[in-house]
């Protein structure tokens, strides 16, 4: 039997409703039907409104009942009202044959392979209250090791305090040095890992239980490294391996067809990728870098990945390979490309930016009957109307000399605000929402919308603040 699928709706946004379903090919599964709730504007419908306006003789057909997608209220509390499996459909309606073709797929991006060793680069210039917020933050985003980093020629009085109060904290640590003598003294104060032993300083798995990360004397002695590796498995010994990715234009193509060969040779042995040689040295934005190198570390089954933050261009790395990470992972046991499951490493562009045409735009403005100023943008540009006009620009400027606000500072002020964000989504090919923020994927921390609570006050409705205002002396 097939779904039957109830849509609530306003009067405004019904007529585009009806031609996106009537688009929909027949292979969907299900039949539908479009309710409009009685109200102008989709959003205003609140779960109490559509609990006094719709009856439950009027949904008993529905399998599920599809809700405005910024309908605010208890959705759970409607569900129980109607005894029917109610959702938020999307907040755009031309995201409706998106929505409604992921139903059913179960897409889990709360696992990954490749777990992450995040440094803390300036370790023994820190406070130790200081090491313990930096790395309680590294953890949030998605670090599985902190890795305490040391520096050349640098006394660092605190390590072994500094390592114990991590592991106080239940922090998986690593110390990272070339200096023999912090490495087994880290060891000894309880770091899990260290990072890096070379051959001529390999004597010191001997002194120590972590699990040392194992390096070249040069990345390109293949053969004299592959022979520490075989002496290592003869041995039984635990260790992780790294054949050290190099910097754009000092091998890093090379590089990766090493790290290609070491899993070919070796496809039992835990590998180690430090990142930093790349995100650090090369001034690209990182989310691109870190997709693709997790992507490589997906298909080569790479077991660690060290990130650093030390440039300011740098500052999300971890996070950013949090999310890559587990991209790779999910569509990897998926059998697909990494697209169309998440938007988190998307943070100039967006996958579908513009969701009405103009002419849909001047349908829907037909319908407007009150004077407040829509705010939309495609790929013609930015548009703007209510009742009675309709603006079209590419620079949001422009529309200094048309707009009707006479004396209304505060309206003058919103719709600034709302200009400034249209223009950059229009520039960069962003999706504008008219009161919502611009989504930058995990570069920015925008939490989502708690639906059962209605927005706070408007820019130009809150109180205004004195307390930051700076006078002249």
């Not at 405004?12 to 479009?34: G, Q, R, W």
């Not at 003789?57 to 529905?62: I, P, V």
């Not at 179960?106 to 060793?117: A, G, H, R």
């Not at 054949?243 to 790290?259: A, D």
């Amino acid at each position: 039997m097939k779904d039957h699928l109830i849509f609530l709706t306003g009067k405004l946004a019904k007529i585009s409703l009806v031609k996106i379903l009537s688009d929909i090919k027949s292979e969907h599964n299900f039949t539908y039907e479009i309710i409009d709730i009685g109200v102008n504007v989709a959003a205003l419908a609140t779960i109490d409104i559509i609990m006094k306006k719709i009856t439950t003789e009027r949904l008993s057909g529905a399998t599920k009942v599809v809700l405005p997608g910024r309908c605010r209220g208890d959705i759970n509390k409607l569900s129980k009202f109607y005894n029917k499996e109610c959702v938020r459909g999307p907040e755009e309606l031309k995201d409706i044959p998106g929505f409604l073709g992921l139903q059913g797929k179960d897409l889990d991006l709360s696992k990954y392979d490749t777990k992450i060793i995040g440094e803390i680069t300036e370790a023994p210039n820190m406070k130790i209250e200081d090491i313990i917020i930096q790395a309680n933050q590294y953890k949030k985003d998605g670090a599985d090791i902190i890795d305490i980093g040391c520096l050349p020629s640098t006394k660092f009085p605190h390590l072994t305090e500094t390592i114990s109060e991590l592991k106080k904290q239940n922090f998986v640590v690593s110390i990272d040095s070339l200096n023999t003598d912090e490495l087994i003294t880290g060891s000894k104060a309880g770091a899990d890992y260290l990072l890096s032993l070379q051959e001529n300083s390999i004597w010191v798995m001997n002194e120590v239980d972590s699990i040392p990360v194992i390096i070249p004397d040069q990345p390109s002695e293949e053969k004299k490294f592959y022979k520490l590796i075989e002496n290592l498995l003869k041995e039984n010994k635990d260790f992780i391996a790294d054949s050290i990715l190099e910097p754009i234009n000092f091998g890093f193509t090379n590089s990766i067809v090493r790290y290609q060969k070491l899993r070919k040779k070796f496809p039992d042995i835990e590998i180690m990728i430090g990142i930093g040689n790349l995100t650090e040295l090369t001034h690209a934005d990182t989310v691109g870098m870190n997709a693709l190198l997790f992507g490589i570390a997906s298909e080569l089954e790479i077991n660690y990945a060290l990130c650093t933050q030390v440039s300011e261009h740098c500052n999300k790395a971890i996070i950013e390979g949090n999310y890559a990470r587990r991209i790779m992972h999910t569509t990897k046991n998926y059998n697909m490309p990494p697209k169309d499951i998440s938007s988190k490493l998307l943070s100039l562009h967006e996958r579908k930016p513009f969701p009405y045409t103009t002419e849909e735009l001047k349908e829907m403005w037909s319908n407007v009957k009150d004077k407040n100023y829509r705010i939309y943008v495609n790929e013609d540009g930015i548009h703007v109307f209510n009742n009675k006009d309709y603006f079209l620009e590419k620079d949001a400027a422009e529309f200094y000399q048309y707009l009707d606000i006479k004396n209304d500072d505060g309206h003058a002020y919103y719709l600034g605000m709302e200009l400034a964000k249209a223009h950059t989504a229009y520039q960069l090919g962003k999706r504008y929402d008219q009161d919502e923020m611009l989504k930058w994927g995990c570069s920015v921390d925008i939490s989502e919308e708690d639906l059962m609570k209605f927005k706070t006050a408007g820019h130009t409705m809150r109180k205004l603040k004195t307390t930051n205002k700076v006078s002249k002396k």
